[in-house]
T-cell receptor
Framework: GAVVSQHPSRVICKSGTSVKIECRSLDFQATTMFWYRQFPKKSLMLMATSNEGSKATYEQGVEKDKFLINHASLTLSTLTVTSAHPEDSSFYIC????????????????FGPGTRLTVT | RKEVEQDPGPFNVPEGATVAFNCTYSNSASQSFFWYRQDCRKEPKLLMSVYSSGNEDGRFTAQLNRASQYISLLIRDSKLSDSATYLCVVNSSYNNNDMRFGAGTRLTVKP
């Protein structure tokens, strides 16, 4: 299957600082990547859709100025949590979509291993 | 109403048992359906896509009922290694790249 990496896997930061998380598709080009957040024992919540070369599309309730997304190339998207607070502590997971030819019914998402953020 | 709903479980079954999970979705225009598996503190991994005609992959069988807007996953001959959270995933009709996740059903297979 396709490989998606994330870095760092775990980060602890102080309240008020910013943290950047990288998501890379290692063996395929991903025009679209997704950023999710997952709290303990809860479902993945889509935060934003990242499109290469254009602005990200944020889900309702997600502050775009707080969660900065950059998709500079077909293999790299970054999420920066600015001025982090303890309530931002969560498991952040990116995914990249890989389609099968022209079929619009073959969307599958491949997930990175996630980044566990702890804000103290 | 949530877009994708699942029974959170937990389902505790003995090895060798057959277990079934259901998932309902609210958007009748949804096109793509998947089951993902997520182990504790790990990322979700694709288990199988769900096709209109139903499909089987070894001990796993997935079914789709568009009329009632639900999908199911059947696991036969459960193994200890099947213990995980199973996520139902449905795409949004507005964007075929936009998947919506259920909260997951927790399965524990015991010896």
């Amino acid at each position: 299957g396709a490989v998606v990496s994330q870095h760092p896997s775990r980060v602890i930061c102080k309240s008020g600082t910013s943290v950047k998380i990288e998501c890379r598709s290692l063996d395929f080009q991903a025009t679209t990547m997704f950023w999710y957040r997952q709290f303990p024992k809860k479902s993945l919540m889509l935060m934003a859709t990242s499109n290469e070369g254009s602005k990200a599309t944020y889900e309702q309730g997600v502050e775009k100025d707080k969660f900065l997304i950059n998709h500079a190339s077909l293999t790299l998207s970054t999420l920066t949590v600015t001025s982090a607070h303890p309530e931002d502590s969560s498991f952040y997971i990116c995914s990249a979509s890989r389609t099968s030819g022209m079929s619009r019914l073959s969307y599958e998402q491949y997930f990175g291993p996630g980044t566990r953020l702890t804000v103290t | 109403r949530k877009e994708v709903e699942q029974d959170p479980g937990p389902f505790n079954v003995p090895e060798g048992a057959t277990v079934a999970f259901n998932c309902t979705y609210s958007n009748s225009a949804s096109q793509s359906f998947f089951w993902y598996r997520q182990d504790c503190r790990k990322e979700p991994k694709l288990l199988m896509s769900v096709y209109s005609s139903g499909n089987e992959d070894g001990r796993f069988t997935a079914q789709l009922n568009r009329a009632s807007q639900y999908i199911s996953l059947l696991i036969r001959d459960s193994k200890l290694s099947d213990s995980a959270t199973y996520l139902c995933v449905v795409n949004s009709s507005y964007n075929n790249n936009d998947m919506r996740f259920g909260a997951g059903t927790r399965l524990t297979v015991k010896p």
